[in-house]
């Protein structure tokens, strides 16, 4: 559960998000759209403890001991150039004190839940792809099971159709592990495919403008992006983000 009440933050004395009261409960898909600069990432920072709130507060209750808290998707892929495509995935694991062994088997059991081939493991970052580049920050995040999983617009770089199947497969990811997830994009068509709930965040200083339910079941199908209520949804939501944009 993650609970933010009449959270604030300024930066060298401008106000940045203004107020914001939210409860995410846990195992939820939130995702975050806003104008750029309107302090999505600097939500995010906060919830990972890397940004410390000017007032107000955030409560993370993260019930399971042996999972760790948080893992961090961000927009850069971030890998170490001289590691191996098994060996990145593996470092968090590691760091976190697993022996060299532990660590590798687990990265080796989430290669094909993120969409990489058993041959790819031993691959460096330079002769991958953008989309498996971000495939495998995916699974160094997903190796971990965290309990609380925050995505800084990862897909960004990213052409419609690679975005498209990745989304699908962070659902998968998310039914299998059963995460808290907060997700932010600029796409409302992807914010409404992965999300049970948009969050519409205003221009700076920011509040939230916004939280839209998505009605849609799961398991949710490539398919449900052209149906007409998922169209409805998205003009809807394409209109409350410019409303928000100055
Ligand atoms: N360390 C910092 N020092 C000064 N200003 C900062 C710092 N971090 C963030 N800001 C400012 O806070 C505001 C919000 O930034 P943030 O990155 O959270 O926005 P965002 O909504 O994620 O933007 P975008 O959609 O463009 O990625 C911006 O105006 C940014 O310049």
Redesign the pocket.
Known sequence: MIVADSLN?S??G?S?IETLDLQIAAGEFVAIV????????????MVADL?RPSGGSLKLSVADRDRPPIAYVFQDPTLLPWRTVLENIALPLELAGKSRGEATAAASGVLSMVGLRDDDRNKLPAMLSGGMRMRVSLARAVVMQPQIMLF??PFAALDDLLRSRLNEQILQLWQQQRWTGLF?T?NVSEAIFLSNRVLV?TD?P?RIAEIVDVPFDHPREASLRSSIEFNRLTERLTQLLRGEAK
């Open positions: 933050l930066i060298d401008q940045i806003g104008p750029s600069g309107c302090g999505k990432t600097s939500l995010l920072r940004q800084d617009e932010v600029h965040m700076r920011a």
